[in-house]
């Protein structure tokens, strides 16, 4: 069993907290790959977002930067079947010239289930021989023009109905070892979580515009920032009590606050006051 050296132990706690250290949607993905670059040698590490249904959906990023011709990526679309992970995740649609030798590699895995295979690193020489490989299309047609002769791949996600994310390092020489193989798996949860992270903190950088905008249109009525803040809570359905917990004031203060804002907006009582709030929040989040 592969254990890993002090050397790769650190690269491998480096990586992680640069993986993390990004939370922009914009930037994520190269800082990412860049990432796993540094922690496991490799001619190119790529992460690639492919989508069954609408391949307008699919990305993919590229680390160092390749820019694939417009043959090669008709190529690789076309030859995409030929890739040995095809009849592993999906045994049933897939035809494959090494079909038969790729389901015994399954089977010898002892599941029918690609959920196996998620978070699992795969080479595709686990599966191909050298010879078996060069005599596919997807290799002659397009890795052997980028020099790829061997890849590593570890899947995040994988379903006929959403985005299959996977992370493949390639290499033009020698094989991934072992100990690169379980840097690969170690890292494969922390980035399935960095990347709901991303998704966490843009719908959070959202909804904190969206407020910004509501807090501007707010202003017009005279409101301070504590009032808006209370406000806000209370239109979230929030009682006194809650609203004080959550912003570290006395409920009595809650209360003196609200008479305010009611008389700031004109309105007689907190469900009047809500309405109006949200109708403002809602209206800013169309507008926007």
Request: net charge positive; with cysteine; aromatic share 8%.
């Given at each position: 069993?592969?254990?890993?050296?002090?050397?790769?132990?650190?690269?491998?706690?480096?990586?992680?907290?640069?993986?993390?250290?990004?939370?922009?949607?914009?930037?994520?993905?190269?800082?990412?790959?860049?990432?796993?670059?540094?922690?496991?040698?490799?001619?190119?590490?790529?992460?690639?977002?492919?989508?069954?249904?609408?391949?307008?959906?699919?990305?993919?990023?590229?680390?160092?930067?390749?820019?694939?011709?417009?043959?090669?990526?008709?190529?690789?679309?076309?030859?995409?079947?030929?890739?040995?992970?095809?009849?592993?995740?999906?045994?049933?649609?897939?035809?494959?010239?090494?079909?038969?030798?790729?389901?015994?590699?399954?089977?010898?895995?002892?599941?029918?289930?690609?959920?196996?295979?998620?978070?699992?690193?795969?080479?595709?020489?686990?599966?191909?021989?050298?010879?078996?490989?060069?005599?596919?299309?997807?290799?002659?047609?397009?890795?052997?023009?980028?020099?790829?002769?061997?890849?590593?791949?570890?899947?995040?996600?994988?379903?006929?109905?959403?985005?299959?994310?996977?992370?493949?390092?390639?290499?033009?020489?020698?094989?991934?070892?072992?100990?690169?193989?379980?840097?690969?798996?170690?890292?494969?949860?922390?980035?399935?979580?960095?990347?709901?992270?991303?998704?966490?903190?843009?719908?959070?950088?959202?909804?904190?515009?969206?407020?910004?905008?509501?807090?501007?249109?707010?202003?017009?009525?005279?409101?301070?920032?504590?009032?808006?803040?209370?406000?806000?809570?209370?239109?979230?359905?929030?009682?006194?009590?809650?609203?004080?917990?959550?912003?570290?004031?006395?409920?009595?203060?809650?209360?003196?606050?609200?008479?305010?804002?009611?008389?700031?907006?004109?309105?007689e009582n907190r469900t009047a006051a809500s309405a109006?709030?949200?109708?403002?929040?809602?209206?800013?989040?169309?507008?926007?």
């Amino acid at each position: 069993m592969a254990r890993l050296t002090n050397r790769n132990l650190q690269k491998l706690q480096e990586c992680i907290l640069e993986i993390y250290s990004d939370l922009s949607r914009e930037t994520f993905h190269a800082t990412m790959v860049s990432a796993i670059a540094k922690a496991i040698p490799a001619s190119s590490v790529g992460y690639a977002e492919v989508s069954v249904a609408n391949s307008a959906l699919s990305k993919n990023v590229i680390e160092p930067f390749i820019a694939l011709s417009l043959e090669e990526v008709t190529a690789f679309q076309m030859y995409l079947h030929e890739h040995p992970l095809m009849p592993l995740i999906y045994p049933q649609g897939t035809s494959h010239p090494f079909k038969k030798d790729i389901t015994n590699f399954r089977v010898g895995k002892q599941s029918s289930h690609e959920d196996i295979f998620i978070g699992t690193a795969l080479k595709i020489h686990d599966m191909l021989t050298k010879s078996q490989f060069h005599r596919l299309g997807i290799y002659n047609e397009f890795y052997r023009k980028l020099k790829i002769e061997h890849q590593m791949v570890v899947l995040l996600s994988c379903s006929s109905r959403s985005l299959n994310k996977n992370i493949a390092v390639n290499r033009d020489r020698r094989d991934f070892t072992e100990e690169e193989r379980l840097i690969l798996n170690l890292l494969a949860p922390h980035i399935t979580q960095a990347l709901i992270n991303v998704e966490v903190c843009e719908k959070a950088r959202q909804t904190f515009a969206s407020l910004k905008s509501s807090r501007q249109s707010l202003k017009s009525y005279g409101l301070t920032y504590r009032e808006e803040d209370i406000l806000y809570w209370v239109a979230q359905g929030k009682t006194n009590a809650e609203t004080a917990g959550i912003l570290k004031i006395a409920p009595g203060t809650v209360k003196i606050h609200l008479e305010k804002i009611y008389q700031k907006l004109g309105v007689e009582n907190r469900t009047a006051a809500s309405a109006l709030a949200m109708g403002i929040i809602n209206n800013r989040k169309n507008v926007d």
